[in-house]
């Protein structure tokens, strides 16, 4: 079956739009980040998730640790059956706890560190994309790209598709490889139109230029001050319905929800922060950095 690529020069029928696909647009260069950096940089996916699986395996084995002290305090478990518990635990916890904490470290941390954009310049006319020290160099007017739609499954079994752009590089003895991005999450587009509207926004930029596109959502790049993140998550106070007959759904309901919710967002937001403003990042090779240096983002 033969791949159908997009046409560079060729408008596609849909409104240009970008998420947290886009990590930095200026006058002659845009940002893209790759699937990988997509999901950990943009907070999106199990990456972050991850944080939360390692917080429920130490509450879960701790708990489950001094109920089993209790139990045995108390005589109301033989030592046969308490023995097994706490066998039962060291296999679990100790492992879980590693594991998860390695995979947040191994792939997230890792992916945050060292991915850099595939970067679209509209005074070079190039498209670049770095990768192990090395940059891959192909010209906008002649790139080949095409969608593909990626079908998998999560990390909890649930079955995913991710509309892809999919951009063809060469190495060095012409072989070609593929870089995909992943297209806007917004509802009411089909899968197919999700990565349609982000390749549009690509290519008019290229074609017209940033004033041809709407302004990406930045904000998910920028952590917020370390002293208003209390204050952006902060739950209370109970009550926030101006209307009396809205307060039982809001007591029994929305305020539960809020509380589950600061303390999902919360903790992750600081570590967010920390690493936003701690964590040394590879910087753009000159060949790709120097054509946008005196832009104003």
Known sequence: MSIAYLDPKQPLDIAPLADRN??????????????????????????????????FVIVGGTLLWLYAGIRGDYGLLSSQSLQQLSELIIFLYAPSILFFSISLYVWPVRVWRNHIPIRFNRATRKVYFHWKGTTYIEDWDTLRAYFKMQVGVSGVGAPIRDPQINIEFHDAQGHAFTVFVVGTERLGLSDEEQAATFWEYIRRYMEEGPQSVPAPDLDVWNPAEKSELLKLHWPFPILRSTSWWWWPLDLLLWFPLRVVWFLITYPTEVLYYHLAKRMAVSPFPEEMEVPCRNETA
Do not use: P
């Not at 930095?24 to 939360?52: F, P, Q, S």
């Open 22 to 55: 886009v990590e930095r647009i200026t006058e002659h260069c845009l940002d893209v980040n790759a699937k990988g950096a997509y999901i950990v940089k943009g907070r999106g996916g199990g990456a972050w998730w991850m944080i939360w699986m390692i917080l």
